[in-house]
RNA sequence: GUGAGUGUAGCUCAGUUUGGCAGAGCGACAGGUUGUGGCCCUGUUGGCCGCGGGUUCAAGUCCCGUCACUCACCCCA
């Protein structure tokens, strides 16, 4: 048996790897365009930072962690979420002090041990970013106006948006006993997970798919966003109003609860009908306690994460993505003394910064020119026996089939001058 | 953890119903053109039919087991 990939994982093979470079090459440009500046965190942490900021009774950190002990006996992860590893490093290097507001992205890799199915992987990467220290609504709306942009720079269409907010703590927990209360009466009829969930978490009740849960929840679960203080309800009113200015279409969602413990407030997540049964392509929202819960002074936060995988499932759909160029210079060579010559024109257009490359397999001629095409060279150098022994080379253009020419001593030059000329 | 589907050439898949020589298209390689790519034509290469056992004169095909992958549930990006 031949060793294989660990499941769930992914290997990027070279003829794909340029629409990683192409995704990531436009996040950084975005990025830095929205003066947002990367950071980078180590692959692993302790656990606690992950039981702490992300919540015991969640599925990500209750069933789904990569965790082990090292040689010393301490118990790490390998980070299974990004947001609490940024909020560590924010406060062990004390970047509040730096400036009273961060902008910081990232892009990186995660690993949770769920069952892999489509657009779910347990190694997959996320980029997102946060604005740390404000509490007003502007960097809510910013969070979701520059993701929206974002996909839409990208191409990407019939992106839903789904906004909601789930209060500040206290009006969360009040909230949270009133729609207690109200469904108790129904316990028997929900179904068994449903039940279960009435008693650990009952936000999650909105997500079952059982119809007649459903059919429940819609006639008698009480609205969160009832529910809401005074400032909870303004705040939100003042994102929804900003986002309206700032014309991003939304729909309000008061069903949406994200899984994760540290969510305040305003809560979404975009969705896109071109992937599977796990259709979000990124989730975010605000979280004003999560800074002090790690051990840091309380600064409020919100941010957003967005699935790379998945962003690259519907830009295949889409044809997103551009025609990478090559830009090569293929070198054929046929005879014994001519591939020596040919050889040095190779390292000749290097040092000028050309891209060249030369025939390994001492192919015919014919062989050498379907490898050319293949490779998608612009030009092809042709430089046999005949031609050394009167010291030129014949210069194709593959495009038109043309072919001229030139003095081999001067051959580098001459090119780089039809290369400046055509451009 | 639960359920369903699928495993045959490098890739995409026929062949399984009704057991009887292991197939196609694409790709790769070569020839058609003494030293000229793509298109076309011809040929060549390529297989532990996922793995193990059983039934049978005979198994890719039927039976049992097992592993892997995919999709879905739970939950999330």
Redesign the pocket.
Known sequence: ?QY?????T?DILPLEVYQWQYLENFLREYFKRNNYKEIRTPAFEVTELFARGIGDD???VS??MYTFLDKGGNSLTLKP?LTAPVMRAYIQNNLEQIAPLTKIYYIDA?F?Q?????????Q???FGFEILGTPYPEADAETIQTTYELYRELGLKDLQIRLNSIGSRTSRGQYLEILRKALMPFREDFCG?CQE?LEK?VL?LF????EFCQQIMTEHAPSILDHLSDEDRLHFKAVCHLLDVSGVPYTIDKTL????DYYTRTTF??TSSL??????????GRYDHLIEDLGGKPTPGVGV???????LLILEQTGGFPIPETNLIYI?T??ES?RVAGFRLVCELRRIKLNAQMDF?R?????Q??????EQ?NW?V???????ARKAV?L??????R?TELALDTAAEQITAILQNQS
């Open positions: 048996m294989q990939r660990i499941k769930g992914r969640t599925d990500v069933k789904e979420e995660l949770r769920e069952r892999p199915q489509k657009g779910r992987l347990r997959f990467h996320q997970t969930r978490n999650r997500d079952c798919k059982v609860v994200r899984g994760l997540e975009i992937l599977g049964a796990q259709n979000a392509i990124c989730g975010g994460a967005s699935g790379i995988e998945r962003l054929i046929l005879g001519a397999l192919r015919s001629i014919k062989a020119l379907r490898d050319a095409d293949r060279a092809v042709i430089l046999g026996d005949e031609e050394l014949i194709k253009n593959m495009k038109d089939g072919q």
